[in-house]
Nanobody, 124 residues
Framework: QVQLVESGGGLVQAGGSLRLSCAAS????????MGWFRQAPGKEREFVAF????????DYADSVKGRFTISRSNAKNTLYLQMNNLKPEDTATYYC?????????????????WGQGTQVTVSS
């Protein structure tokens, strides 16, 4: 089992940056692919980015490509999301998630473990 705890959210002005972290417990972090998802009030949870188990495969939602970077440190059992040039439409609760699946990593249903979320608010 994997327990996930996000941190790093906050309030930032448009154009600013934040770095989210997701600390994972357990010895199997390196065997899991990881994803970031977000959910704004009144909207469905949406895919943001994923990274495969060893970090050599990533993908991003079109809305964040070129602005967000996902990375991981298996030595530190930690997942990161660097968010630059933030926009008001990036405002949401951000969740990290873990999966042993190797396919469909942009689909929330593929993920087995979820964190509690961290709030990101971008003011205009």
């Amino acid at each position: 089992q994997v327990q996930l705890v996000e941190s790093g959210g906050g309030l930032v002005q448009a154009g600013g940056s934040l770095r989210l972290s997701c600390a994972a417990s357990g010895r199997t972090f390196s065997r899991h692919s990881m994803g970031w998802f977000r959910q704004a009030p009144g909207k469905e949870r949406e895919f943001v980015a994923f990274i495969n188990w060893n970090g050599d495969g990533t993908d991003y939602a079109d809305s964040v490509k070129g602005r967000f970077t996902i990375s991981r440190s298996n030595a530190k059992n930690t997942l990161y999301l660097q968010m630059n040039n933030l926009k008001p439409e990036d405002t949401a609760t951000y969740y990290c998630a873990a999966t042993r699946s190797g396919v469909g990593l942009n689909e929330a249903r593929r993920y087995d473990y979820w964190g509690q979320g961290t709030q990101v608010t971008v003011s205009s």
